[in-house]
């Protein structure tokens, strides 16, 4: 079964880091591109991150709002996926999930529960 | 304001059929970039519904379907169902934003 469990957030001032992780099991982590999308409260949805599979060079592509703030990265050997998240602002204050992306459809077919970023002073 | 346009409401009875519709431009779906759906339920993570514009993953029932045509796309749900009400959202990927992956604003569906 496949399972994404996402942690690390909390409450943050504005200016600080934070680093989410998200913990896969029930699939060879290698082999499949990983998402980051988030949603500000009462919010819809906003894709941030997405870093690529192994076997397509593991590079990585960031939404506007959150470039040269935000890194993804993937361990194997955990298996996990991370956000480190920068220069956080009030406006990154959102739920973040990390997803599992489809190899042909691009699309996110498994979701994990989210951790909650509350960016505030 | 999102890339994608969806209407901020729709209802319906249960057992009736309903459509939401997400409209693009040429940017989006219009150059033939697929369209997903999710679903998602209160206080839950989003469920991918529909992917690849017409294809649903296992487990969702066949009266869920999606359909594209030029910029737009569609969400169709026959005999509604509750059990259905939820926000649902299209997503797409645009080629002026260098491939971001973009969502609609979200549609919340109230079963009557």
């Known amino acids: 079964e496949v399972q994404l469990v996402e942690s690390g957030g909390g409450l943050v001032q504005p200016g600080r880091s934070l680093r989410l992780s998200c913990r896969t099991s029930?699939?060879?982590?290698?082999?499949?591109?990983m998402s980051w999308f988030r949603q500000a409260p009462g919010k819809g949805l906003e894709w941030v991150a997405f870093?690529?599979?192994?076997?397509?060079?593991?590079?990585?592509d960031y939404a506007a709002s959150v470039k040269g703030r935000f890194i993804m990265s993937r361990d194997a050997s955990k298996p996990i996926a991370y956000l480190q998240m920068n220069s956080l602002k009030p406006e990154d204050t959102a739920i973040y999930y990390c997803?599992?992306?489809?190899?042909?459809?691009?699309?996110?077919?498994?979701w994990g529960q989210g951790t909650l970023v509350t960016v505030s002073s | 304001q999102s890339v994608l346009t969806q209407p901020p409401s729709v209802s319906g009875a249960p057992g009736q059929r309903v459509t939401i519709s997400c409209t693009g431009s040429?940017?989006?779906?219009?150059?033939?970039?697929?369209v997903h759906w999710y679903q998602q339920l209160p206080g839950t993570a989003p469920k991918l519904l529909i992917y690849?514009?017409?294809n649903r993953p296992s487990g969702v029932p066949d009266r869920f379907s999606g359909s594209k045509s030029g910029t737009s796309a569609s969400l169709a749900i026959t005999g509604l169902q509750a059990e259905d009400e939820a926000d649902y959202y299209c997503?797409?990927?645009?080629?002026?934003?260098?491939?971001?992956?973009?969502f609609g604003g979200g549609t919340k569906l109230t079963v009557l």
């Open positions: 997803t599992r992306d489809d190899p042909v459809y691009d699309s996110s077919a498994y």
């Open positions: 870093i690529r599979s192994k076997n397509q060079g593991g590079t990585t």
């Open positions: 029930g699939f060879t982590f290698g082999d499949y591109a």
């Open positions: 040429s940017s989006n779906i219009g150059v033939g970039y697929d």
């Open positions: 690849g514009n017409n």
């Open positions: 997503q797409s990927y645009d080629i002026n934003l260098s491939g971001s992956r973009v």
